[in-house]
T-cell receptor, first 113, second 116 residues
Framework: GENVEQHPSTLSVQEGDSAVIKCTYS??????FPWYKQELGKGPQLIID?????GEKKDQRIAVTLNKTAKHFSLHITETQPEDSAVYFC????????????FGKGTKLTVNP | EAGVAQSPRYKIIEKRQSVAFWCNPI?????LYWYQQILGQGPKLLIQ????????DSQLPKDRFSAERLKGVDSTLKIQPAKLEDSAVYLC??????????????FGNGTRLTVT
């Protein structure tokens, strides 16, 4: 089955700095790559996604890049703010049989004021 | 729009007891999912419904877990009997239709289960 590796597991940055989280996957047929933000005591919330026919997508301070050849994609947060502190999960949509989202193990981001 | 509703928010039970979780998806969402999230890990799919039919339950431990979605709206997930390793947050999610690449998942806030 699909294997999703996410790094780093924890990330601490100063307010205003950039943060980058990377994920790799194993199934070259996968074609949809969402990122979720999970705050304490809440469910994951979709913040940005990208499809395999696009190399980069940006939404204000958040961007995602995809390298299909290398099978990795990254989340970039610029001008970080304390409210960006949360756990971030990447996910990959598998294509074998029924579609299924496989999640990475998460990155705990702390933005220090 | 109202989000995915789950109850209870917390549950503490002893091993070998039974427990049930309830989920009400976003109105009009045909697809409903139950995920298990163990502390420090990402969510893992347990079961997926399309209306009231099961699409995928390959990762559901069927000897102790069961789920139903009567009338294609609300859903319940049951564990009987519970084991210590079932301690986790159980997340319900829904999407407008089956093709997730075109219909993002919306998660509820989950039920945190502690088995002692």
């Amino acid at each position: 089955g699909e294997n999703v590796e996410q790094h780093p597991s924890t990330l601490s940055v100063q307010e205003g700095d950039s943060a980058v989280i990377k994920c790799t996957y194993s199934d070259s047929a996968s074609n949809y790559f969402p990122w979720y933000k999970q705050e304490l005591g809440k469910g994951p919330q979709l913040i940005i996604d990208i499809r395999s026919n696009v190399g980069e997508k940006k939404d204000q301070r958040i961007a995602v890049t995809l390298n299909k050849t290398a099978k990795h994609f990254s989340l970039h947060i610029t001008e970080t703010q304390p409210e960006d502190s949360a756990v971030y999960f990447c996910a990959v949509l598998t294509q074998g049989g029924s579609e299924k989202l496989v999640f990475g193990k998460g990155t705990k981001l702390t933005v220090n004021p | 729009e109202a989000g995915v509703a789950q109850s209870p928010r917390y549950k503490i039970i002893e091993k070998r007891q039974s427990v049930a979780f309830w989920c009400n998806p976003i109105s009009g969402h045909a697809t409903l999912y139950w995920y298990q999230q163990i502390l420090g890990q990402g969510p893992k799919l347990l079961i997926q419904f399309q209306n009231n039919g099961v699409v995928d339950d390959s990762q559901l431990p069927k000897d102790r877990f069961s789920a139903e979605r009567l009338k294609g709206v609300d859903s319940t997930l049951k564990i009987q009997p519970a084991k210590l390793e079932d301690s986790a947050v159980y997340l319900c999610a829904s999407s407008l239709w089956l093709r997730q690449g075109n219909s993002p998942l919306h998660f509820g806030n989950g039920t945190r289960l502690t088995v002692t």
